[in-house]
């Protein structure tokens, strides 16, 4: 049971992290967007470029994108967020939109996606794949394509990873499924107390 814990915490590593500037600047959670964060915590977007789209509310971030919040980073090479129409006035300058884009208090991500390699670190937890989405309408994130989880010594793989994040299930599928689990390596504080090695 802890193993299939493990990986859910890193699929939700992966959720909040994609999710992280949808929901930035909602000052009316009381919870953590990240593990390890407040919050409040800032979301960080660094990229080599960044190009705003006025009509289709739309910002491409590319080449070695990085993304911050508290504990958790995620890096691929391609960020696309798709806003809803009219959440960022139309007379608005360019860099403002953007701003909203990347968090600001006016933005309302509808779609997110990365294009890969995506990795997403999480204190000892790590998720990597070819592309990662969210869907905000669906409310799920999606890691594609060679999808590893890890957590220490504790891998799943997988080639489709679905996490919901109404209901807080994750789903590995899409081919087969492979996991390797080590008892006593989670990280700090990831002892396997189970039983399931007894």
């Given at each position: 049971m802890?193993?299939?814990?493990?990986?859910v915490?890193?699929a939700l590593?992966l959720?909040?992290v994609v999710?992280?500037p949808?929901v930035?600047?909602?000052?009316d959670s009381g919870?953590?967007?990240?593990?390890?964060?407040?919050?409040?915590?800032?979301?960080?977007?660094?990229?080599?470029?960044?190009?705003?789209?006025?009509k289709e509310?739309?910002?491409?971030?590319?080449g070695?994108v990085?993304?911050?919040?508290?504990?958790?980073?995620m890096t691929?090479?391609e960020?696309?967020?798709?806003?809803?129409?009219?959440?960022?006035p139309?007379?608005a300058?360019?860099?403002?939109?953007a701003k909203?884009a990347?968090?600001?208090?006016?933005?309302?991500?509808?779609?997110?996606?990365a294009g890969g390699p995506?990795?997403?670190?999480?204190?000892?937890?790590?998720?990597?794949?070819?592309?990662?989405a969210y869907?905000k309408?669906?409310n799920?994130?999606?890691?594609?394509?060679?999808?590893t989880?890890?957590?220490g010594?504790?891998?799943t793989?997988?080639?489709?990873l679905?996490?919901?994040?109404?209901?807080g299930?994750?789903?590995?599928?899409?081919?087969?499924v492979?996991?390797?689990?080590?008892?006593n390596s989670?990280?700090?504080?990831?002892?396997?107390?189970s039983?399931?090695?007894?």
């Open positions: 802890t193993a299939v814990r493990r990986t915490a890193v590593a959720a909040f999710v992280a949808a930035a600047a909602n000052k919870a953590s967007l990240l593990p390890g964060a407040g919050s409040k915590a800032p979301v960080s977007i660094e990229a080599d470029k960044l190009v705003y789209f006025d509310q739309k910002a491409i971030y590319t070695n990085v993304v911050i919040q508290g504990d958790s980073k691929c090479s960020l696309t967020i798709y806003m809803d129409k009219g959440a960022t139309s007379a300058p360019a860099g403002d939109a909203n990347a968090g600001g208090s006016s933005s309302r991500v509808k779609h997110l996606d995506v990795t997403v670190i999480s204190k000892t937890q790590v998720a990597t794949g070819d592309r990662a869907d309408p669906q799920k994130v999606w890691l594609f394509g060679n999808v989880l890890s957590d010594g504790n891998v793989k997988g080639d489709k679905t996490y919901d994040l109404t209901t299930e994750a789903t590995i599928d899409a081919g087969r492979k996991g390797l689990f080590i008892p989670g990280g700090p504080g990831g002892d396997d107390k039983g399931a090695s007894k």
